[in-house]
């Protein structure tokens, strides 16, 4: 074999087994972030000051849009080494908000059907999924999640 090819296909092998590993370990970080364990304290305190502190023990960032989140809005809150999925859940499912991570950021959209059906049995958005809802008016509907 002709050693400039040999050493083009030993390169893109190289790069390719490099931009899988990197995809993996991505992927793997993903569904290890919500397993973090957080505390807060009993307190009474802004939205924002809640995300400082749980950005402070993530080492995460929070993303958002100010018009999906008053993060103004006074509340009580404490938790006492709950996991960060269970944490946002609490704090944000009432308000209509969902999250997903993305690196080493939180981010925030508001909670569509698809989701609060994913959400009400535990299960994470996974691309190329069938996934069943009900519409308006009650009438099952299949949907693909890309």
Known sequence: MNPAIKLILVSVLVISFTLMSTVFAQVNSNNRQGEI????????????TLFHDIEQQTGMTFFYNNRLVNVDEIIRFSCSNEKLDIVL???????????SYMDKEIVLRPITKERTFLQSFGTHEAAGIDLAACDDNNKLVITKIM
Do not use: D, F, S, Y
């Not at 364990?37 to 924002?48: D, E, Q, Y």
């Not at 859940?89 to 999250?99: D, F, Y």
């Open 37 to 48: 364990m957080v505390n807060i304290p009993a307190c009474k305190v802004t939205l924002k």
């Open 89 to 99: 859940r609490r704090l944000l499912h009432e308000k209509g908000v969902t999250w």
